[in-house]
Every structure is written in structure tokens, then in C-alpha cells.
């Protein structure tokens, strides 16, 4: 009966290649990344070459094709060093796959052999500053003419922006509401395109955000993603996954701060004994480990679920993105209490993760809309 909670040799090896990945390339160097705000570019570039800028693209586009739990694996661990750098890394892969999944064939041979290799990167442009958990309110507009659109409005909180080249964009072609909204391919160096400062941020420093600017851009109607009016159909289809892997940064990260804290504690004497030895820490280190497990176990069923495609793939992306975020985030704060005033200082590794787990409550769907998904699925 537990076979089927087992990983498959297959999906053992992918999380193994991560996870030696990120102790080589991410782990050392993630807090001078962090203090920093330095932007690890040839470390992303570098995870393209074992295939993790094309998780889930298709073969045929020169991805690697696998579901969405091997791509929640791979986050998870490369979290475990830096949630920051592998959340950057799944919006890259988001947007590459809603150009493979929905593109025609010339979008695809266009855009698609750099983004595999990141010799190009993607950003995801939803959100806007008047239009958050409201997306279908987007104001960002595409107005048809002859073989082109001409796009006026901007995008905020946009991972990426600025220094990535492709912008998988949401705009309005049509009608007020969702069945007005179509999916445009933006280049960086097209003409009106402009970007705003980079955003001070609590955590996230190792990836740049900016607000993206149109200004009467031009963009060929052959970078269209799908039909017009098929823009909130994708963008949904796409977080999905994007919710999946979020939480899967969340894992990690908390995975990480409950090791550090288990060692620690088996270190730090107070009243002539190992802090580890009062029943109070093993209580704490028990229930962090217990709810990382079953939160772990929830993502991975709606990875299973939204690979299969199944009817409730959508609420169950949402419950395990919900509670996969607030455990990782809960886990974090433990784990800072246990190592007192030292997890408080920037020597510690502690005090990073708590800083860069709180945005993924927000991102990707705040947990309050999670829980609006639920709610109204389980109702309907």
C-alpha cells in the first residue's frame, strides 16, 4: 500500500541532480547574493543546461517534458539554498510553457529555442498597479491595426523586469471583464518599451522587479499566445502550476530552516544542557517537522492531479499553494525563535528565509483568493 507515496526511481534521480545543483551552485553563495542584491545570471543559465528552464515544455520545443510534481521537486530543492533564485527560475518556466502549450509553430520556433537555454529569459506580466487579486480588471490595452497591436498600460511587481528579454504579457483586446483578455509575446528592446526602478524589497533580492511600461508599443499580432479572448483562460491555466511551485519554494525554504534549527539546537547549552534536551524544543521541532510532512504530501497530490489534468486539479492547486505558504512561513518563525537572537542576525541563514518565504502568501494568488477557490468550487 505505501507505493504508491513513494517517488519513482526517476523522479529520485531528478530531486537527487537538483539537489547536488544547488549545494554546487546556489547554497554557498546565496546570502552574498542576498545582501548584495546581486542577480545570479550564470547560475540560472547554468541550471538551463540539466534541462530546468524547459520542465515541463515538450520535447518537441526542446524541453524535458515532465509533470508538474518532478518540476515541484526540482524547486524544492533548489529552495533549499535560495527560494528567491528558484522561484525566479519557475516564472521563467511558467512563461515558457504557456508559449509552447498555446503558441502556434512560428511562435514557437521563434521564441522558444533561446528560453530553453536562457539565452533569453521570461518574465509573467499579470498584475498591474490598479488590478492585483482583481486580474480580470486589467487595464493594459491592445488595440488592433493591420497586422500589429499597439499596447498602452503597465505591469507591476514584475519579476524579471528589466533585465529579461521576453515578456509574456496579459492585455485588453476586447470587452470589460475576463473574455476581453488575449496573451501578447513583448520583447524588451521593443520601441516603447521602459521599465521603473528596481523595487526595494523585504526579500527576493537576488532577482530584479520593476514596474513594465508600454507606451504605444508596437508588437506583431503573430506574437499573439492563442486566440483573442483567450488571454485569462492561459493566465489561469498557467498558475496552476506557478501556485504548485511556489509552494514547493515554500517547502524547501522550511525544509532548510528546520534542519539548521535541529542542528542548532543540539549545539546551543543553556542552563547546562543542550537547548535540544527540554521537552518545549522537541515539542516545536516535532510539529514543524508534521506539518512540513503533510503539507508536502497535499502539494505533491495536486502536482499529480494538475499533471493528470484532473476536474479539481484548479482547487486543489489552491489548497496545497494555501497551506504550503502559511506552513513554510510558520516553520521559518519557529525555527528564528529557536535560534533567539542570533536567528535575527544576518550570520545566520535563518533570518533570509523568513524574509523571502513571506511574499509567496501574497504572489501567484494571495491565500485569501486561495481560499475563495476553495470555498466557491466546493460550493458550485
Excluded at 537555454?117 to 498597479?129: G, N, V
Excluded at 497586422?147 to 498602452?152: G, K, L, P, Q, S
Excluded at 499580432?221 to 483562460?233: D, I, K, T
Excluded at 523568513?354 to 494571495?366: A, K, P, Q
Aim: proline share 3%; net charge negative.
Amino acid at each position: 500500500m505505501t507505493d504508491q507515496f513513494q517517488l519513482t526511481d526517476e523522479q529520485r534521480e531528478i530531486q537527487e541532480l537538483a539537489r547536488r545543483f544547488t549545494a554546487d551552485r546556489i547554497t554557498p553563495f546565496a546570502a552574498e547574493w542576498d545582501e548584495k542584491h546581486i542577480f545570479p545570471r550564470d547560475t540560472i543559465k547554468a541550471a538551463a543546461e540539466l534541462g530546468f528552464a524547459a520542465i515541463y515544455v515538450s520535447e518537441e520545443s526542446g524541453g524535458i517534458a515532465l509533470g508538474r510534481l518532478e518540476a515541484a521537486l526540482i524547486m524544492e530543492a533548489m529552495a533549499y539554498g535560495c527560494p528567491s533564485t528558484s522561484a525566479f527560475i519557475s516564472i521563467h518556466n511558467m512563461a515558457s510553457w504557456m508559449i509552447d502549450r498555446y503558441g502556434d509553430p512560428d511562435l514557437k520556433a521563434r521564441y522558444l529555442p533561446d528560453l530553453v537555454t536562457m539565452d533569453r529569459l521570461a518574465s509573467y506580466c499579470l498584475t498591474e498597479p490598479g488590478s492585483g487579486s482583481d486580474a480580470a480588471a486589467l487595464k493594459t490595452r491592445a488595440v488592433r491595426d493591420g497586422d500589429e497591436y499597439i499596447v498602452t498600460g503597465s505591469k507591476q511587481f514584475i519579476s524579471g523586469g528589466g533585465e529579461n528579454e521576453v515578456y509574456v504579457t496579459m492585455v485588453r483586446t476586447g470587452e470589460e471583464g475576463p473574455k476581453g483578455i488575449s496573451c501578447l509575446v513583448i520583447d524588451k528592446d521593443m520601441p516603447g518599451v521602459s521599465f521603473g526602478a528596481n523595487e526595494r524589497k523585504l526579500g527576493w533580492h537576488s532577482q530584479p522587479t520593476r514596474q513594465v511600461t508600454f507606451d504605444q508599443v508596437r508588437v506583431p499580432v503573430a506574437n499573439r499566445v492563442g486566440a483573442e479572448g483567450e488571454g485569462f483562460r492561459i493566465a489561469m491555466t498557467g498558475l496552476d502550476g506557478g501556485r504548485l511551485n511556489i509552494g514547493a519554494c515554500s517547502l524547501g525554504g522550511a525544509q532548510r530552516c528546520l534542519d539548521e534549527a535541529i542542528g542548532y539546537v543540539k549545539d546551543r547549552k543553556q542552563f547546562n544542557k543542550a537547548i535540544a534536551d527540554f521537552q518545549a524544543t522537541q515539542f516545536t521541532l516535532a510539529d514543524m517537522a508534521t506539518e512540513l510532512e503533510a503539507s508536502r504530501a497535499l502539494l505533491y497530490l495536486a502536482a499529480a492531479k494538475v499533471t493528470a489534468d484532473a476536474p479539481d486539479k484548479t482547487r486543489f492547486a489552491a489548497m496545497a499553494k494555501r497551506l504550503a505558504t502559511d506552513t513554510g512561513s510558520a516553520v521559518v518563525d519557529r525555527a528564528l525563535q529557536l535560534h533567539g537572537g542570533y536567528g535575527y542576525l544576518m550570520d545566520y541563514p535563518i533570518e533570509r528565509f523568513w524574509r523571502d518565504l513571506r511574499v509567496h502568501s501574497i504572489l501567484e494568488g494571495t491565500n485569501q483568493v486561495m481560499r475563495m477557490i476553495v470555498g466557491r468550487d466546493l460550493l458550485r
